[in-house]
């Protein structure tokens, strides 16, 4: 079992930043991919930065404006969003594979004004 909190949630305006957290219950070197993912209002949910392999994805709409990174003392995945727009408006949901399960965060909340 692996449990998964999202913190770092919150309104801002847009051109402004946040920062997510992902504090997982076990070492996250231990998963296979971890990432962030995010959920618009009436839109299906969308991959938004993964790690895999050593790799790093992003959606193209985050591209220059999100960083995702590990923070292994903290058994944490960050997401940093800078240059926020309201299209960027979603909740944001936190994703591990461990041993061939998927697990997910509950989410947290990202609100950017205009």
Known sequence: QVQLVESGGGL????GSLRLSCAASRS?????SKGWYRQ??????????IIKSG??????SVKGRFTISEDGAK??????????????T?????RAEYSGVDYWGKGTLVTVSS
């Open 28 to 32: 996250i070197f231990s998963f296979n």
């Open 12 to 15: 801002v305006q847009a051109g």
């Open 75 to 88: 058994n944490a995945v960050d997401l940093q969003m800078n240059s926020l727009r309201p299209e960027d």
């Open 90 to 94: 979603a909740v944001y949901y936190c």
């Open 55 to 60: 790799r790093i994805n992003y959606a193209d």
């Open 40 to 49: 618009a209002p009436g839109k299906q949910r969308e991959l938004v930065a």
